[in-house]
């Protein structure tokens, strides 16, 4: 898309001020649900009851984050506490104060480790529905990790939804396919370039890309499929959701351009 670019006008900037007041809009809650976490091969490591919880301060500065994790396998329990600012343009997160945390007005939310191609890379999409929210992290931990290491599937509700929306399946399946189908984009629309930090029309895309990547199934018609080898160019990373039965498809889909750019991020 990069040679669209040149070309748009319409360039929307995120400003600080706008990350902030989506993130509390989005997150700011009391969030209890399921996390299970699968190793590469999609076998289940852990499942753990999950609480995480975003606090606004009254002058709404600050954001305390804190987590309340608690293992069904081990009883191991993790309990961490963090305070968010504002930075600019992004977030600033203590866990990782150079990654981007993206807060998209139209749909979706992620947060993206800094170097694809560095020692540790990461990204979380979030997809939100009302009173629901969904997230995986995929992460490569090592530097020559050219597939993950590790997912990590939330799926939780705000803690005044009384009943959980999900299922209690854990099974995960991973296939290789070959191709990537984008969800229907519509030209006009806004996606978001990180390189950019800024909203650009959607230029015209095609419904596939051809290509060697990984399918990742979870329960509750949640999927992911990312390039098979991270250090592709252009890599892709997509997630969908479909929250329920009468409801519409949620999804997100990161794309590298090239190696030393950030991601550009399409929410439908």
Known sequence: MSENRVSITAKVPLTAQQQWETFIAHHCARWQGVLVRYDAAGQVLDILDSLRICIPSDDRQTVTHSIDFRSRMTET?????????????????????EAYLLFNP????????????GS????????LAPGKRMSVVVMYTSADSTQPNIFSLFRESKEEVAKPW???????????VNCLKLPAQTTGGPYVSLDEMAQLPVPPQPSEIQGDFLQIQFPDAIEVVISSDRFNTPYY?????????????????LIYEQPEQKADVFAI
């Open 166 to 176: 999900w299922s209690q399946q854990t099974h995960s399946r991973i296939d290789r």
């Open 77 to 97: 329990v993790t309990q961490k506490q963090w305070v968010l600012t504002l930075g600019n343009p992004l977030i600033i997160h203590p866990v990782d104060p």
């Open 106 to 117: 139209h749909s979706s939310d992620t947060m993206v480790g800094p170097d694809r191609t």
């Open 237 to 253: 990373a997509s997630m969908c959701w479909t929250p329920d039965t009468n409801d519409t498809l949620r999804s997100c889909t």
């Open 120 to 127: 540790r890379f990461y990204f979380e999409p979030y997809l």
